[in-house]
């Protein structure tokens, strides 16, 4: 896996943060400071590039028993995140908060937030654990780590900002692009592995 193909999957993994965060700016009816927005896209870039980065060190510790098969594993986990991501974007409805910030949806909220955080970073841990079974190496995982990091950061911040002027569908939208991304890796992974 090259350094295109990590940029996209960063890319890929940051949809549901964006969708959260656009809904969040739609939802937050008083202004956020600078610092609340800092603390929003910084804890989603956190969690997003750090879970990635977990996954690895997990698939790393186990990848050598199946090597055999773990090219069907990463089709099998990036497909099930995408197709998921697909399903959940044609189907769940996205919630407003009406601006109260003690509201389950508002980003406002430390607690709030870091659950959120969590919610759209676990399909990392899969991804992570993929990328490990494929023996991706460290220098390349960081790289990741960075660029998802990065990706989730500017997803979460322009989601944010521009909440209010985009409507509810983008976000959903947003989740079937971040899908069939997801997809298509899994796909090329395998056409990689058996090409060879």
């Given amino acids: 896996?090259?350094?295109?193909?990590?940029?996209?999957?960063s890319i890929g993994l940051c949809f549901d943060t964006f969708a959260v965060s656009l809904t969040g700016g739609i939802c937050t009816r008083k202004r956020m400071t600078v610092r609340q927005?800092?603390?929003?896209?910084?804890?989603?870039?956190?969690?997003?590039?750090?879970?990635?980065?977990i996954g690895w060190l997990l698939g790393i510790s186990f990848s050598e028993y199946i090597s055999e098969v773990?090219?069907?594993?990463a089709l099998a986990l990036l497909g099930y995140i995408g197709v998921k991501m697909i399903i959940?974007?044609?189907?769940?409805?996205?919630?407003?908060c009406g601006g109260n910030p003690?509201?389950?949806?508002?980003?406002?909220k430390t607690k709030n937030l870091i659950t959120l955080s969590i919610a759209t970073s676990i399909d990392a841990v899969a991804v992570g654990i993929s990328v490990a079974m494929i023996g991706l190496s460290f220098e390349?995982?960081?790289?990741?780590?960075?660029?998802t990091f990065a990706a989730s950061v500017l997803a979460s911040l322009f989601g944010l900002l521009s909440g209010r002027c985009i409507g509810t569908k983008v976000g959903k939208r947003s989740e079937i692009l971040g899908g069939v991304i997801l997809i298509f890796l899994g796909a090329k992974i395998l056409i990689e592995h058996l090409s060879v």
Avoid: P, R
């Avoid at 390349?140 to 660029?147: D, F, L, S, Y």
């Fill in 1 to 9: 896996m090259g350094y295109l193909e990590l940029l996209l999957l």
């Fill in 88 to 96: 959940e974007g044609f189907s769940k409805e996205q919630e407003c």
């Fill in 70 to 73: 773990d090219h069907w594993v």
């Fill in 102 to 108: 003690d509201s389950k949806h508002s980003l406002l």
């Fill in 37 to 53: 927005i800092l603390k929003i896209i910084f804890c989603f870039g956190l969690f997003q590039g750090g879970f990635i980065f």
């Fill in 140 to 147: 390349k995982i960081a790289a990741g780590t960075a660029m």
